[in-house]
């Protein structure tokens, strides 16, 4: 059984309001879609991202 990942934008701190969420095959496809996401929704650089914020997302990433 193959199993899909998401990432709910509302479950990151701060982002409660947003519908944002991604589904997708592979942890590396929903790490892609976050990343858009935070460009087109939220105006915010995905590289500007430190070590510390990569970790906590990667708890929000569930499967799905």
């Known amino acids: 059984m193959n199993t899909a ?3 709910a ?3 990151c701190e701060g ?3 947003c519908p944002g969420k991604v589904v997708a095959a ?3 496809e929903v790490w ?3 990343e858009l996401h935070t460009v087109v929704a ?3 650089d995905p590289s500007s991202w430190d070590a510390d914020t990569r970790e906590y ?3 929000l990433i569930k499967p799905a």
């Open 5 to 7: 990942y998401s990432y």
């Open 9 to 11: 934008c509302k479950d």
């Open 15 to 17: 982002m409660e309001a």
């Open 26 to 28: 592979t942890k590396d």
């Open 32 to 34: 892609k879609l976050m």
């Open 42 to 44: 939220h105006g915010e």
């Open 57 to 59: 997302l990667e708890t």
